[in-house]
Nanobody, 124 residues
């Protein structure tokens, strides 16, 4: 089992960039696929990006393709979400999540462990 702590959120102007980090504890981190989700007030939690345990496969929400990049460093037990060209509609609480199974990585139900979230606010 891993525990997850996100950081890096904040306030940024539209068109700006932020990098979110997710620190994982536990010796089995490299065996988990990892995902980033986001949730805005009144909306359901939404898939943003996912990365396989090796980092060899990545998946993205269509609206963030070309703007966001997910990566991981298994030696440091870290997952990152580089966010460029941010838009006001990217404003949300962003969550890091760990998944120990193969499947539909866009489904939040597949993930067994979640961080506490970090707020990203994009001003227009």
């Amino acid at each position: 089992q891993v525990q997850l702590v996100e950081s890096g959120g904040g306030l940024v102007q539209a068109g700006g960039s932020l990098t979110l980090s997710c620190a994982a504890s536990g010796r089995t981190f490299s065996s988990y696929s990892m995902g980033w989700f986001r949730q805005s007030p009144g909306k359901e939690r939404e898939f943003v990006a996912a990365i396989s345990w090796s980092g060899g496969r990545t998946y993205y929400l269509d609206s963030v393709k070309g703007r966001f990049t997910i990566s991981r460093d298994n030696a440091k037990n870290m997952v990152y979400l580089q966010m460029n060209s941010l838009k006001s509609e990217d404003t949300a609480v962003y969550y890091c999540a760990a998944c120990g199974y193969s499947g539909d990585y866009t489904n939040p139900g597949l993930y067994g462990t979640w961080g506490q979230g970090t707020q990203v606010t994009v001003s227009s």
